[in-house]
């Protein structure tokens, strides 16, 4: 297997993904990797990695013709080293607009996929059970097929990688009767009908998404992003909040000695750096987009990610699985 990694992007660049590399190096020795990025940096990865030296860093808010056109960009070399080494999978925390955009127009969407997708697990509190949320942020906006397409892509990952082999999948929407929801997402409901989506519930609310009931939650990006940030901000305004409970008095801290497993449960659950990162799923290959802020943990995690979808072949499960639905 052959991993690039783009090592420049991010908050923190090679503060975050030079120990990151080779720690997944060393617990991963088989894999050959393609660490992208000035050479003179990368030199402590030189003995766990093929250095691709690379010059500059694209702008976060670079269009899809910058990105092209920036020869010397680690981004553009990394997606390059991509397609000459037939790499198995990439992963960069850059700018998520220029890395998606630059990575779709190179690599090409998958034959009959009409828009790609961010898609990424999500805890629910069902221990053990995770949900795939998709659009949570490629496109701003979608039409009724882009989620009907959605839906098919997101039962593909829900099968691979995480074994449930009838995926119960919901439309995002403001309410759970048939005639609630924006004109989107009851063009999209009719069209699942209309086409006989295998194992469409129908609309479920934002409130429910973790409950553990759904699989597969669809939403346009735009909304989808919406409901990601604000599962992160609520998540980390609730620990930010029991934290402060806990140290208010004696009592309350003795009480958190009795108490602090279950809440170091919770922490570990809801932490984002444990999934590292979600995947640009509709395009020919394996595309992970890892969390602006990474840190060297959160890092490592979206290069296992990369790893964990490659493995599980998530672009032919997914190009096969589109295939024998059109062709019913």
Do not use: W
């Not at 052959?2 to 894999?31: C, N, W």
């Not at 997402?185 to 973790?210: H, I, N, S, T, W």
Request: with cysteine; hydrophobic share 45%.
């Amino acid at each position: 297997m052959k991993l690039v990694i783009e090592m420049m992007g991010g908050d923190y660049g090679f503060e975050s993904t030079i120990p990151a590399l080779i720690q997944f190096k060393k617990d991963y020795p088989e894999v050959e990797l393609f660490a992208v990025g000035r050479k003179e940096d990368l030199a402590p990865v030189a003995d766990y990695a093929t250095i691709v030296d690379a010059r500059d860093v694209v702008k976060i808010d670079a269009t899809p013709l910058e990105v092209l056109r920036a020869k010397e960009s680690s981004l553009l070399k990394a997606i390059n080293t991509v397609l000459e080494a037939k790499a198995d999978a990439l992963i960069s925390a850059g700018g998520t607009g220029p890395y998606l955009s630059a990575a779709t127009l190179k690599l090409k969407l998958i034959e009959g996929v009409e828009r790609a997708a961010i898609l990424a697990p999500f805890p629910t509190k069902v221990k053990g059970k995770q949900v795939a949320i998709l659009d949570i942020g490629a496109s701003n906006e979608n039409t009724a097929s882009h989620l009907y397409q959605f839906a098919l892509m997101g039962q593909q990952y829900a099968k691979a990688v995480f074994g449930v082999e009838e995926p119960k999948t919901y439309l995002l929407s403001n309410g759970t009767e048939d005639t609630k929801g924006s004109p989107l997402v009851l063009e999209a409901f009719k069209l699942c009908k209309e086409k006989a989506l295998p194992y469409f519930m129908g609309q479920m609310e934002a409130r429910d998404a973790l409950n553990g009931e759904a699989d597969v939650v669809v939403a346009d990006g735009f909304t989808g992003n919406v409901l990601l940030k604000s599962i992160e901000g609520t998540a980390k305004v609730l620990m930010d909040s029991v934290k402060g409970a806990f140290k208010r008095n004696l009592f309350s801290k003795l009480g958190y000695l009795f108490a602090r497993k279950g809440f170091k449960n919770m922490a570990e659950t809801f932490d984002y750096k444990n999934t590292g990162g979600a995947i640009l799923i509709g395009v020919n290959n394996v595309v992970v987009k890892a969390h602006g802020n990474s840190d060297p943990r959160g890092f490592y995690s979206a290069i296992l990610v990369g790893y964990k979808m490659a493995k599980a072949d998530i672009v032919h499960k997914v190009r096969e699985g589109l295939q024998n639905v059109e062709t019913k």
